[in-house]
């Protein structure tokens, strides 16, 4: 397990960059947290880092935004599963076909398909602490790395 508390979203990219730095083709990163926790924030300072080539944004109505290859040439993919209420809603997102050894997917909203993440999905956790700005990252999972 790892923590991070980030007093700013500057702490909060930083700590994104590193996580980034660590991930691997066919990771699955599944997001927990509340309504502007900063998933999304998390996620486009993950894709920044990584190198993709295009601006990460909340892919709410669009359930999922191809971020297109990595510097590593791992294909990026990030889903927002909120409205994803059953297993017919999540077929159809076509979800189980970016599932590959080649890709890496973030989720926000990953409780909602709880029982179709692999086994070894990294799990990151964001809530909201006291003061506006700070946030406790917790992140869990893939294989034992965290």
Not at 36 to 41: D, I, P, Q
Not at 89 to 117: K, M, Q
Not at 130 to 139: D, K, N, P, Q, V
Request: proline residues 3%.
């Amino acid at each position: 397990m790892k923590k991070y508390i980030s007093q700013s979203p500057a702490d909060t990219a930083a700590a994104a960059a590193e996580f980034a730095g660590q991930l691997h083709g066919g990771d699955v990163v599944a997001f927990t947290g509340d309504l502007g926790a900063g998933k999304t924030f998390f996620t486009s300072a993950c894709v920044r880092a990584l190198g993709a080539e295009a601006q990460a944004s909340s892919p709410t109505f669009a359930i999922v935004n191809d971020y297109g290859a990595d510097a590593a040439g791992r294909h990026v993919y990030h889903f927002d599963m909120y409205r994803v209420t059953d297993w017919d809603s999540l077929y159809s997102t076509g979800f189980y076909d970016y599932l590959t050894p080649d890709s890496i997917l973030f989720v926000e909203w990953s409780e909602n398909i709880d029982g179709a993440l692999p086994e070894n999905a990294i799990r990151v956790d964001i809530s909201k602490c006291e003061a506006e700005s700070a946030r406790l990252i917790t992140i869990t999972g893939g294989d034992g790395r965290w």
